[in-house]
């Protein structure tokens, strides 16, 4: 730990103590999953300081440790090219571009599916009214920043070669890049009955990901990093 980039040190101790916290306040009563994760923005506990908080909350132990290997395994390296200052941005804005995609299309699906009907009919037929429904569109956990990450690492080290289970032969990164996004939108798009994960959320940091580094390649003339 010592010997790795403060901003990536500090990204797995917050969102670590931050589930540990989840878990010890529930027993007092206190909902962080509610208050820091991002709702809706047309639902009465939607709060615009959600867009950073929902980054730092996760709905389990795995989805934690799969968004923090991958921030140690990748933004390290990202830290290491850009300097703290310009990854912290990187991450937090790209973050953020991921919940407001998010909330894109949770307002198009609420504007093409729901926004006609006064309440929500489960399998079981229980009705839950629209404004209650609405409060449960909830978002959390900082995969829109860590895909983010991987789409940095895959344009700074196009030709790296990955290992990625299962397939049995390493990978250049840019191929794996190309791949995952194209998952997550062939997911996003057939929009599965039960999948609970944000894809265009995904797909979101990755696009502002993309726009950051083209605005900065040309801005700084810094084309040496990009391929």
Known sequence: MNNMPLVTKNLLIINVLVFLAVYVLRGYGIDLDNLLGLHFFMASDFNPYQLITYMFVHSGFEH???NMFAVWMFGRILEH??????????????????????EVVQYIEYATQL????GVTFGSG??????EYLNMMNTVGASGAVYAILLGYGMLFPNERMFVFPIPMPIRAKYFVIGYAAIELLLGLSNRAGDQIAH???????????????????????????Y
């Not at 090219?81 to 998010?102: D, E, M, P």
């Open 64 to 66: 934690l440790f799969f």
């Open 126 to 131: 229980v009705v839950i009214p629209m404004a």
């Open 115 to 118: 926004s006609a009907y006064q």
């Open 200 to 226: 265009f959320a995904h797909l979101g940091g990755m696009l502002f990901g993309l726009i950051l580094i083209i605005y900065w390649k040309k801005k700084n003339n810094d084309g040496q990093y990009y």
């Open 81 to 102: 090219v850009w300097g703290s200052q310009r990854f912290l941005f990187y991450y937090v804005a790209c973050g953020i571009g991921a919940g407001l995609c998010q």
